[in-house]
Nanobody, 112 residues
Framework: QVHLAESGGGLVQAGGSLRLSCQASGRNISHYTMAWFRRALGKEREFVATIYWGGSTHYADSVKGRFTISRDNAKNTAYLQMNSLKPEDTAVYFC??????WGQGTQVTVAS
């Protein structure tokens, strides 16, 4: 079974930065698509960013220019660097592998 463990969430002031990590076990991430989603209180789960095998990326319009998804295959870890954070970025952030496996989520709170 694949297990994804997110970390790096926390409280940050508007305009600040956080780096989320997603450590995968069970399967090496090198040949799989990794993605980040988020779910704000009272909202449905929202796509944030995806990184493919060769490093190509895709972002939701709401985070373009502010967030960067990356991966370190040697460490079997995906990352989400979040800059210029806004209060509306407040959500539980979930890591996803191959659109099948999910982490438990990590809370990101951006204070206004």
């Amino acid at each position: 079974q694949v297990h994804l463990a997110e970390s790096g969430g926390g409280l940050v002031q508007a305009g600040g930065s956080l780096r989320l990590s997603c450590q995968a076990s069970g399967r090496n991430i090198s040949h799989y698509t990794m993605a980040w989603f988020r779910r704000a209180l009272g909202k449905e789960r929202e796509f944030v960013a995806t990184i493919y095998w060769g490093g190509s990326t895709h972002y939701a319009d709401s985070v373009k220019g502010r967030f960067t998804i990356s991966r370190d295959n040697a460490k079997n870890t995906a990352y989400l660097q979040m800059n210029s954070l806004k209060p509306e970025d407040t959500a539980v952030y979930f890591c996803n592998q191959d659109s099948i496996y999910w982490g438990q989520g990590t809370q990101v709170t951006v204070a206004s």
